[in-house]
């Protein structure tokens, strides 16, 4: 019972290094998300991808890039990463949301401290 | 921007208590989730209300969503320490099915 598989759960990074969040989902969803989850603040949309080979832009998606690699695979890239970059990144799939009611699962989440 | 308000932020009540949280906005959601998020995990989700007017229940936990379909609450009966948690309500929004979320309801039930 995989679902939804993130790497790494913690990541200490210097002000201005580059890194990947790598996302996998064993349900065969089409859509992924990547949120960040800020203290006092909810969930808030980074990038989605609709489906395989399409990526979108969501609330906060500056200083960030993604790619959806496969149906299985959607990735989160940090160019140059600054303080306020510092969150807890999650990725989450749902199979179909145009159906409505369909449920997001999350995967466990990445701890990201920026010095 | 379409904003979901959620109150209280934060809660702590000892066990057999009853309480209830909020969800707001001034936006008319098609579908309203709840999830429920355990310290270090991913938000889980608890119920899926559709209808204007509709109520659900899970055990001792009873959600409704508005008749106008913009507001939505959690109702819980005589709280127990396993409730303890964050929970989270999230509006489907029509169209883009993309979910707003609410700040979060920080749950301490104590023993």
């Known amino acids: 019972n995989a679902g939804v598989t993130q790497t790494p759960k913690f990541q200490v990074l210097k002000t201005g290094q580059s890194m990947t969040l790598q996302c996998a989902q064993d349900?065969?969803?089409?859509?992924m998300y990547w949120y960040r989850q800020d203290p006092g603040m909810g969930l808030r949309l980074i990038y989605y991808?609709?489906?395989?080979?399409?990526?979108d832009k969501g609330e906060v998606p500056n200083g960030y890039n993604v790619s959806r690699l496969n149906k299985r695979e959607f990735s989160l890239r940090l160019e140059s990463a600054a303080p306020s970059q510092t969150s807890v990144y999650f990725c989450a799939s749902t199979s179909s949301p145009e159906r409505g009611n369909q449920p997001q699962h999350f995967g466990d989440g990445t701890r990201l401290s920026i010095l | 921007t379409q904003l979901l308000e959620q109150s209280p932020q934060f809660l702590s009540i000892q066990e057999g208590e009853n309480l209830t949280v909020y969800c707001n906005s001034s936006?008319?959601?098609?579908?309203l989730q709840w999830y429920r998020q355990e310290p270090g995990e991913g938000p889980v989700l608890l119920v899926t209300?559709?209808?204007g007017g509709e109520v659900k229940k899970l055990k001792r936990l009873t959600f409704q969503f508005g008749d106008a379909r913009k507001d939505s609450s959690l109702h819980i009966t005589a709280a127990q320490p396993g409730d303890t948690g964050l929970y989270l309500c999230a509006g489907v929004v029509d169209s883009n099915y993309q979910l707003i979320w609410g700040a979060g309801t920080k749950l301490i039930i104590k023993p």
């Open positions: 349900m065969n969803h089409n859509s």
């Open positions: 991808s609709a489906s395989e080979g399409t990526t």
């Open positions: 936006s008319v959601f098609s579908s």
């Open positions: 209300v559709v209808t």
